[in-house]
């Protein structure tokens, strides 16, 4: 039975990746070298197409790293000398936080409960703070911000830096990176791909900041260091021997995306985030987690379930395989990706399923 994955990451791949793979196989792209010019061109390539689908200002950067973990600490050391600002909603914001403590700088922030966010006209953001860290949409609650949230924070913050997380969000939904100086992402869970890859972008005050830290003997890393992926990318190389395979895989992936749009991205995101919404009303043993409708993830939809296990296992007989609640919520949760990977009759006929069965 062939299965198709609504986890939130890893998940389905992206539909053209077989065929991708298939090609790189063809091309031997396992086996070239990083300092070849066959290389560079999937480096240029794949560049390009990021900044055309996030529609990316100019003067930002695209680098790759391992993963986007990785980014939260190389965005530790290269632009935080003392102190940052974390907006805490969940797991994954709240490990962003300690990393940065980790490295024996002041991560202070503002945590509320799982399922809400932080209200950006009453938290209070010390000036001392050289960076903000909003995570836009929470993977592990389904709390998304809205983009009119960000904007506020800029327009309040104009000379701190702003890193925004839209791991499990981008390219589903418009986003002003022109109001952020750092954003990232993996590529398991939007981009359909395998895990292995983050995608770090910068623009150019973040490698101002960075050779400043240096400048005054500060450790900033090493190979992956800001200064040091700029000079390897200006030769459209990287510092290390990087995952070659999903890189060329996310070239075709970010190309296949652009040729269908992401403004059909955007709406084919919000057609099946509103059925989403409605199989968790009319379900009698599903409920929404997050209260408030707006800032419920149109990516990442976090359910509460009387009995996940049944649920799961129901429909992964079906072939249908959804993922856990996070963390302590395991037990009391479901969670359903709706990646650009998802079409529109796969959410339907999941959507069907979970209507018919009784549990």
Known sequence: ?????????????????????????????????????????????????????????EGYHV???ASATEIW?????????????????????????????????????KTVEEGQI????????????????????ETSTGVMHEMEDVRKIRNAFPDQLIALDVVSIAPGVPIDFSLVDTTYFS????????????VWIVNDRCIEKSQQLLNKGMSIGSYHSLPELEAKAKSNQTP???????????????????????????IETNYKHAAIQHTVNESPFLSHFVEA??????????????????????LAAKGLIIGSGYGKFKASQVRIANFPTHS???????????????I
């Not at 994955?5 to 070298?33: C, M, R, W």
């Not at 529109?344 to 018919?356: A, C, G, T, W």
């Open 1 to 57: 039975m062939k299965k198709l994955y609504f986890t939130p990451g890893p998940s389905q791949l992206y539909f053209t990746v077989e065929e991708h793979l298939k090609s790189a196989i063809k091309n031997d792209i396992g086996s070239i070298s990083h300092r070849s010019k066959a290389f560079e061109a999937i480096f240029s390539q794949c560049v390009s197409n990021i900044k055309a689908l996030l529609n990316l200002p």
């Open 63 to 65: 680098f790759f790293t």
């Open 73 to 109: 600490e190389r965005i530790g050391q290269n632009l935080i000398e003392r102190e940052s600002f974390h907006f805490v909603n969940g797991s994954f914001s709240s490990k962003f936080q300690s990393i940065v403590n980790n490295l024996n700088k002041s991560g202070l922030g």
């Open 118 to 137: 932080v209200d950006v006209e009453k938290v209070l953001i010390p000036e001392t703070s050289e960076l903000i860290a909003i995570t836009f949409n």
């Open 187 to 198: 590529v398991q869970k939007c981009f359909g791909l395998p895990a292995g890859l983050g």
């Open 240 to 266: 290390e021997t990087p995952n070659v395979f999903n890189m060329y895989l996310l070239s075709k992936v970010t190309e296949d995306m652009l040729l269908k749009g992401t403004q059909q991205i955007h």
């Open 293 to 314: 409708e707006k800032n419920r993830s149109k990516t990442t939809a976090v359910i509460n379930c009387t009995n996940p296990t049944k649920v799961m296992n129901a």
């Open 344 to 358: 529109k009759e796969q959410i339907e006929m999941l959507s069907d399923v979970i209507l018919s069965l009784n």
